[in-house]
């Protein structure tokens, strides 16, 4: 084998070790979830495949080296949103190769990223939340979570993981607030209106327990929302009963537990809340990830008039 060879075989068998090295501090340091870390471990190992194939000494790679990178997964069919997940796992690396001195050069800072269609994210009518929460049958311990579950996930617009990570202590009924732990564990305080609450209260008091007394060798359990085994509910789980109420209630089959996220952001800012507020409450990094609500305000109150003016068709 070639020197040159030899050199570069070493530095992508290195470089592999600094991804390996990147990961573990988005779990450890960064308290990035699971399913969060699986993808950037993917991705970031799709593109140490590449540069093997290619022959490229990654710690040196230059920008068209990368672009080439993406043509390569558009030659693929990749969608151009998957392709910016890849470049942003890259340029991620990339980041913290600099930062720890490992590189003098970060070349995926400057490689543009396709761009995406602008889409607007689904939401739900008042009308449409009424009547899946209404489309619950409260008359067992299930059915009294199940209502509880889908009133705090639309009275606090949080992530489904979000609601799935919650205890019984994170809920404070005396405030009327909850504690959200988001993206990075970072913690939030989200008030909560009386419904919610009332609702909230009658599982802790009436179904909680009995689902709790189900859980195998009696043993605590800190979850808020408990299976029918007695365990903590799974986002996946959680996202299986909303899923399958919106059923019942005759709903669009596409919605999915986000769609309350998105209508809890788009009523807040259509109630006149301000930006900064709502980014707080749903626990955004950046406030241009909250400026898209206030396009979809915007086109509900377009369409709002079109329906209502006589002219409006």
């Known amino acids: 084998m070639a020197e040159g060879a030899e050199a570069r075989l070493g530095s992508q068998e290195q470089f592999r070790g600094h991804v390996r090295g990147f990961v573990s501090y988005l779990s450890s340091v960064r308290n990035l979830s699971p399913n969060t870390v699986r993808a950037y471990e993917t991705d970031l190992d799709a ?3 590449w540069v093997e194939r290619e022959g490229i000494d990654p710690l040196v790679i230059s920008h068209r080296e990368l672009r080439s990178f993406l043509a390569e997964l558009s030659r693929a069919r990749y969608t151009p949103r998957t392709i910016n997940r890849h470049l942003s796992a890259v340029r991620a690396l ?14 995926a800072a400057a490689v543009a990223s396709p761009k995406l269609a602008r889409t607007l994210p689904k ?6 939340v009424t009547r899946l929460l209404e489309s619950v049958d409260t008359t067992s311990e299930v059915g009294i979570r199940d209502r509880a579950f889908l009133e705090l996930l639309y009275a606090s617009g949080a992530r489904i993981s979000e609601i799935s990570g919650l205890d019984v202590r994170d809920v404070d009924l005396r405030d009327a607030q ?4 988001g993206k990075g564990s970072k913690e939030r305080i989200v008030p909560l209106y009386d419904s919610c609450l009332s609702w909230v209260r009658r599982y802790l008091d009436e179904a909680r ?46 919605l999915t537990p986000h769609a309350m996220r998105h209508t809890y952001a788009t009523e ?8 900064r507020s709502v980014q707080e409450l749903l ?6 990830t909250t400026q898209i609500y206030t396009h979809l305000s915007v086109e509900r109150l377009k369409e ?8 409006g068709e």
């Open 123 to 128: 939401t739900m009518s008042d009308a449409d």
């Open 178 to 181: 909850v504690r959200l732990f």
């Open 94 to 107: 990339y980041r913290w190769l600099l930062h720890e001195g490992v590189t003098q050069r970060d070349a």
């Open 268 to 275: 807040l800012l259509g109630g006149g809340a301000d930006m």
């Open 283 to 288: 626990g955004h990094a950046s406030l241009s």
């Open 47 to 49: 593109f140490c495949s």
């Open 209 to 254: 327990p009995l689902l709790l007394a189900k859980r195998k060798g009696g043993s605590p359990t800190s979850a808020l929302f408990l299976s029918t085994r007695g365990n903590r509910m799974s986002a996946a789980a959680l996202r299986t009963c909303f899923e399958r109420q919106a059923r019942i209630a005759g709903l669009d089959s596409t």
């Open 304 to 311: 709002a008039a079109r329906q209502a003016h006589p002219r």
